[in-house]
Nanobody, 117 residues
Framework: QVQLVESGGDLVQAGGSLRLSCAAS???????VGWYRQAPGKQRELVAN???????DYADSVKGRFTIYKDNAKKTVFLQMNSLKPEDTGVYYCNRMSDYGIPLASWGQGTQVTVSS
């Protein structure tokens, strides 16, 4: 089973940018990967996902601001986050997904993103 580890979170001002990385222990060309976030006091939500065939989907709240992409050679899935807002604050996780959007692995530690106003 491919294991995924998140990194890249930081404290950033509103309007700023961050790029999160999801490094895999094995090949990612045949798996679907999602980026999720959990804000304080809220449930974890899917914000972006990329399929094995490069289909990409986004939550309405991040469309036009976030971009998910992958580098198969580096075995890494990235989440480029621009025009960050305070409501983007949370712990961000990546996970393998089924074709129906179901997370397939246990959750890692995630990476903290804090956007100050």
């Amino acid at each position: 089973q491919v294991q995924l580890v998140e990194s890249g979170g930081d404290l950033v001002q509103a309007g700023g940018s961050l790029r999160l990385s999801c490094a895999a222990s094995g090949n990612i060309f045949s798996i679907n990967v999602g980026w999720y976030r959990q804000a304080p006091g809220k449930q974890r939500e899917l914000v972006a996902n990329i399929s094995s065939t490069w289909r990409r989907d986004y939550a309405d709240s991040v469309k036009g601001r976030f971009t998910i992409y992958k580098d198969n050679a580096k075995k890494t899935v990235f989440l480029q986050m621009n025009s960050l807002k305070p409501e983007d604050t949370g712990v961000y996780y990546c996970n393998r997904m089924s074709d129906y959007g179901i997370p397939l692995a246990s959750w890692g530690q995630g990476t903290q993103v804090t956007v100050s106003s």
